[in-house]
Antibody, heavy 122, light 110 residues
Framework: EVQLLESGGGFLQPGGSLRLSCAASGFTFNIYAMTWVRQAPGKGLDWVSTISGDAGTTFYADSVKGRFTISRDNSKDTLYLQMNSLRAEDTAVYYC???????????????WGLGTLVTVSS | QSALTQPASVSGSPGQSITISCTGTNSDVGSDNFVSWYQQHPNKDPKLLIYEGTKRPSGASNRFSGSKSGNMASLTISGLQPEDEAIYYCCSYGTYSHWVFGGGTKLTVL
């Protein structure tokens, strides 16, 4: 059974930094792209960033480019999101999700974690 | 990239069929066939219902079907059941190597 468990969320002030982790199990981690999607309180889903299985390719939403860095450690089956220069508008539940297809990230995301809450406020 | 356009809400009675539209542009929905649909119940993680516009992943009910014409994709739910009450999101991969979600449609089963 695929399991994704996010951690690292918390409360911090604008301008701060935080690193989220997503521990994966139940599948061959290094052959699937992974993504981060966030959801502000009471709002819709918002794509943040995606990384290929081999970590060779990364994609970022314009709203986080230059501030967030996605990475993965395939030896630990763990996905990361380093978030710097945080803003109030980054406040959201952050979900990690697994790509549906092997070595192809465009088709959809078939397994999701329960999310971790990041609150940015002064 | 602007969010895809979905109706804010739809409703239907048990047993009926409803369709949710998702309108994008030539750069996303209309560019290829990488539209997916997700169902989200309150305080739950999203669930993939449809991928590549029309395909159902393993485990998804065959009451859910997807279609696409030009820059608009649609999700149809047939034989509405009370447990279908949720928020539905479309998502598209775009030519600019980004993904964009719709604003979400709240389905009420009357």
């Amino acid at each position: 059974e695929v399991q994704l468990l996010e951690s690292g969320g918390g409360f911090l002030q604008p301008g701060g930094s935080l690193r989220l982790s997503c521990a994966a199990s139940g599948f061959t981690f290094n052959i699937y792209a992974m993504t981060w999607v966030r959801q502000a309180p009471g709002k819709g889903l918002d794509w943040v960033s995606t990384i290929s299985g081999d970590a060779g390719t990364t994609f970022y939403a314009d709203s986080v480019k230059g501030r967030f860095t996605i990475s993965r450690d395939n030896s630990k089956d763990t996905l990361y999101l380093q978030m710097n220069s945080l803003r109030a508008e980054d406040t959201a539940v952050y979900y990690c999700a697994k790509a549906l297809k092997v070595k192809q990230e465009r088709s959809g995301w078939d397994s999701w974690g329960l999310g971790t809450l990041v609150t940015v406020s002064s | 990239q602007s969010a895809l356009t979905q109706p804010a809400s739809v409703s239907g009675s048990p047993g009926q069929s409803i369709t949710i539209s998702c309108t994008g542009t030539n750069s996303d929905v209309g560019s290829d066939n990488f539209v997916s649909w997700y169902q989200q119940h309150p305080n739950k993680d999203p669930k993939l219902l449809i991928y590549e516009g029309t395909k159902r992943p393993s485990g998804a009910s065959n009451r859910f079907s997807g279609s696409k014409s030009g820059n608009m994709a649609s999700l149809t739910i047939s034989g509405l059941q009370p447990e279908d009450e949720a928020i539905y999101y479309c998502c598209s991969y775009g030519t600019y190597s980004h993904w964009v979600f719709g604003g979400g449609t709240k389905l009420t089963v009357l």
